[in-house]
């Protein structure tokens, strides 16, 4: 499939906080702490310059502060990248606590990240495009969930395929389960990880979740962790990927990394379980360094 890839997203300043030992209340907890680039959308377009995409393109939106370092960021990952600097907000902040195990816990600011609009669109940023991927983190406020519907719909009219990330359990119970899905009507790729996919189909079963949410979209892949990932399509669950083995040290930025390479992959031809497995190649990567990008 040539042609660019065009992402929609969130660029946030990410400040990661490595603790070895458990939080301790109301004192001093010893930690690394990195501030560093981030944003589920802007890690995914890096990872998938990073593996193979020859073209990506990013539409965000930042705070006038750390504009210029966020633009000089993604252009040295290769990605080209669309800034709107907001007027009056900060470009977002998440504060991500990993602990010894590696896992994660974000605090989030979404500051100008969720204040793109539909103003901020325009149809010649699908100019040359081969697929669209929206961040799910667009749907989590008004202004980005009419921006994500006015994209989708564009997308759709030129037969561009559109792919989604729910990107959070909690933002996605906040707003809904029915008012999410009926915003997303219309993608053909859903990228959940099994917490989202789970809450999404409303049952606790992964493959049986993977399996009922394709019937709704084309293609659904599940992540699921150091348990790999789930490809189903049209009820069925087609393919079990094995996760690639890694040392962890943060997997802030594995979900994002496996979007980019699974993407990239579906743009250079690859049928979805092989996407699947390049997408495992970039998040195994990912988790062995702090932060999301490559």
């Known amino acids: 499939m040539s042609g660019a890839l065009l992402v929609v997203g969130d660029v946030v300043t990410d400040v990661v906080a ?17 501030t560093m680039p981030g944003g589920a959308g802007a890690n995914a377009a890096c990872w998938a310059a990073r593996t ?4 990506v393109r990013l539409l965000a939106r930042v705070g006038r502060e750390s504009a210029a370092w966020h633009e000089r960021a993604l252009a040295a990952a290769g990605v080209r990248a669309q800034l709107v600097v907001d007027p009056v907000a900060p470009t977002g902040t998440v504060v991500a606590l990993v602990g010894r195990d590696a896992e994660r816990t974000f605090l989030t600011d979404s500051g100008a990240a969720l204040r793109l609009c539909p103003a901020d669109w325009t149809p010649s940023l699908l100019d040359g495009v081969a697929h669209l991927h929206l961040s799910g983190y667009l749907y989590f406020a008004d202004g980005s969930r009419e921006l994500a519907g006015v994209a989708l719909r564009a997308a759709r009219a030129r037969g561009v395929p559109v792919s989604v990330d729910p990107a959070s359990a909690g933002f996605l119970h906040s707003l809904g389960v ?3 899905l009926s915003a997303v009507d219309g993608v053909a790729v859903l990228l959940p990880n099994e917490d989202e996919a789970r809450l999404l189909a409303g049952t606790a079963d992964a493959a049986e979740a993977a399996a009922a949410l394709s019937l709704r979209f084309p ?6 962790g150091v348990a790999g990932a789930l490809v189903a399509e049209a009820g069925t669950v087609t393919a079990d990927v094995p996760a690639e083995p890694a040392r962890a040290v943060d997997t802030t930025g594995a979900g994002d ?5 699974f993407l990239a992959a579906r743009l ?16 195994a990567r990912a988790v062995t360094r702090p932060g999301g990008r490559p």
């Open 18 to 34: 490595m603790h070895a030992e458990p939080l301790a209340p109301a004192t001093d907890t010893a930690a690394r702490i990195r």
């Open 52 to 55: 193979g995409a020859a073209e």
């Open 178 to 180: 029915k008012r999410f």
């Open 219 to 224: 293609l659904v892949v599940v992540t699921r």
């Open 257 to 261: 990394a496996f979007t980019g390479g």
């Open 268 to 283: 250079a031809g690859a049928p979805p379980a092989e996407a699947a497995r390049a997408g495992c190649r970039a998040a």
